[in-house]
């Protein structure tokens, strides 16, 4: 059993069978009945909790609340925005009757024809609207800005190509809606919330990522300048893992939200939208798991520690037992999640494996042998390296063991994305990279035409115009043309 545990698809054979296999195996989600819908399984709920929990902390840390706003959005909102419904339009699912009755057969259930909605409504693919509506029974005044909102929720988009976590029809998000006063404050929170994002990826997820603006042609529905991190996968493709989004006053002109302001004058109010997702997870995955499964960052692991008792007789059991109770006791206080595995339906062996499939960062082994010598066996899920260590101080020596592993592993992703960051000067070199794998820093004349063409031609994207890139003036590797500065293309999930 614990043989088929780690039979895993080779990264070198097939990266995506790998993680879909990993998905599965290491019991993170599963298909669902519905069509491009999946389940999130108890382990694999348990990171995004702590991925929710830190990321709401971070959040209120910086002035934002929670609120909760409705599933369904009456279908005449999102016409209000031109371009916001050319973005959504094809990937919304609507509400066009309230019930069901029994089928004139008897064989099941048909909908009611005369249970007709007089307006459609659509399940929510984003807020901007719904939320827009109601914020204008919220402002009247200056001093009722800045509105600082974050929902937590599910929204839904009718996918034909999915892939569990990556992309869902319907996946778990945060959004975040602010109303401000001035352009100026609105952009600072755009800005502000794309560095909450960029810390979260890097202190906990172990992730590095890369800040930048999106292209016209690659912002948000709606927005005026999109904000992204983007992150290296270890098949050399990106991530788009968080965006930030300043709105201007789109939609506070779509739904008429104005305000007296400082000099007594009716305005719009300025707009941000931000949110990251469930696509998280696969960004965890892909980052930092090998062919043996998942690698977890200390900080989201639902389980930082096990340990597993070895043992013949119950006696022997017990000895350990009593041993390893005050070191779960003072593991937990430190804030540690542990874990004592002595339960004996399972052989050690496979408790082995399926701690590594999951992504366990350390594993401590007792037995017999280690009572009488006063020590304890060592394993860090990153490296795979063991040790035998003195027993006596293994609870700080898990503790800083535990941080070694967090910043080993974002070192790693991180030398992993440099060296897969190349300068293309010219088309043929561009070419010749993109399908090397990795981000390429190339001149781009700024046009959609010319973004079209290369991704036509590349299947590469731009993913973003780096924040702290290169900024020399060069040519465009396409046209020729003048080109202000560099930018990152990669082909992307």
Known sequence: MAVELKDLTKRSENYSQWYNDL???????????????????????????????????????????????PLLIPKSFLSREADH??????????????????????????????????EELIIRPTSETIIWNTYKNWIQSYRDLPILCNQWANVFRWEMRTRM??????????????????????????????N??????????????????????????????????????????????????????NFAK???????NKENKLDYVWATSWGVSTRLMGALIMTHSDDNGLVLPPHLAPI?????????????LAEVSAKVAPVVEALKAKGISVKYDDADNRRPGFKFADYELKGVPVRLVLGAKDLENGTVE??????LEKQTVPFEGIVDYVADLLEDIQNNIYQKARK??????????????????????????????????TELRVKEETKATIRCIPLDGDETPGTCIFTGKPSARRVIFARNY
């Open 196 to 249: 909450v994002y960029a810390d979260f990826a890097e202190k906990y997820m172990a992730v590095p990522v890369i800040k930048g603006v999106k292209t016209a042609n690659e912002r948000f529905a709606g927005a005026l300048e999109t904000y992204t991190i983007e992150a290296m996968m270890q098949d050399g493709k990106a991530l788009q893992s968080g965006t930030s989004h300043f709105l201007g006053q």
């Open 416 to 449: 992993f994305r440099d060296e897969h960051i190349t300068i293309a000067n010219s088309y043929d070199e561009f070419k010749e990279q993109i399908e090397a794998g990795g981000f390429v820093l190339a001149h781009w004349d700024g046009t959609t035409e």
């Open 304 to 316: 930082q520690v096990v340990i597993v008792p070895i043992y013949r007789k119950a006696e022997q």
């Open 378 to 383: 060592v394993m860090r899920r990153d490296t």
């Open 23 to 69: 998905v599965v195996k290491a019991d993170l989600a599963e298909q669902s009945a519905v069509r491009g819908c999946m389940v999130i399984k108890p382990y694999g709920y348990a990171i995004w909790e702590k991925m929710q929990r830190q990321l709401d902390a971070m959040f209120k840390e910086t002035g934002h609340v929670n609120a909760y706003f």
């Open 254 to 260: 779509a739904f008429d939200v104005k305000f007296i």
């Open 165 to 194: 976590f990556l992309r869902t029809a319907e996946f778990l998000w945060q959004e975040g809606h602010t109303a401000h006063a001035t352009r100026e404050e609105a952009m600072e929170e755009a800005v502000r919330m794309l």
């Open 85 to 118: 419904v050319e973005g959504f339009a094809k990937e919304c699912a609507v509400v066009t009757h309230y019930r069901l009755k029994n089928s004139p057969d008897g064989n099941g259930v048909v909908v009611d024809p005369e249970a007709k909605l007089e």
